[in-house]
């Protein structure tokens, strides 16, 4: 009964992990797209433009075992580029702006988040499969061993602090 029980919880946590990594790539696509789409509307100046829409390519197109790497240049480009609330002021005063600032303000509210869920689900998991009984039995199955997804997240100050 214990050991049916068992594998069921690692079963519902293993399908709890996968639900919120699809969540987290979710965010993290949303995230660069409106980056992307920021950098190519001309608001910025070129410079910005150009280290903003290269940084947020690279985390749409890296590979999974680049994506960590890729994701964490991105959230640097973007507090190198929205740093100052001076930019962010800049970008809303356009038409458009607004919405556009306040898009990429909750974009990158809701990544951090989204990696926690991820990373709760990971930790909850793993310590789970290293219970001995859940080893003995071999209650994980063919199941990989799961993975955190540990990335640089901080959010630039002038979005962070930023009401939507």
């Known amino acids: 009964m214990y050991l049916s029980w068992t594998a069921g919880r690692l079963d519902r946590l293993h399908a709890r992990i996968d639900a919120a990594r699809a969540a987290l790539d979710a965010q993290l696509l949303r995230r660069a797209s409106v980056a992307q789409e920021l950098a190519t509307s001309g608001v910025l100046d070129p410079a910005a433009s150009i280290v903003l829409y ?6 749409r197109q890296a590979e999974e075992e680049h994506r960590e790497v890729a994701e964490s240049e991105l959230s640097a480009a973007l507090r190198a580029v929205f740093g100052a609330a001076e930019q962010v002021e800049a970008v809303r005063e356009v038409p458009g702006g607004e919405d556009a600032a306040g898009e990429l303000a909750q ?12 990373n709760d689900a990971v930790r909850a998991a793993r310590a789970l499969r ?25 959010p630039p100050a002038a979005l962070a602090d930023r009401p939507t």
């Open 130 to 154: 290293r219970h001995r009984k859940v080893r003995w039995f071999r209650l994980a199955g063919h199941a990989p061993f799961p993975l955190a997804f540990e990335m640089d997240d901080e």
């Open 54 to 59: 290269e940084a947020a390519h690279e985390a």
């Open 107 to 118: 974009a990158v509210r809701r990544v951090p988040m989204a990696r926690r869920f991820h």
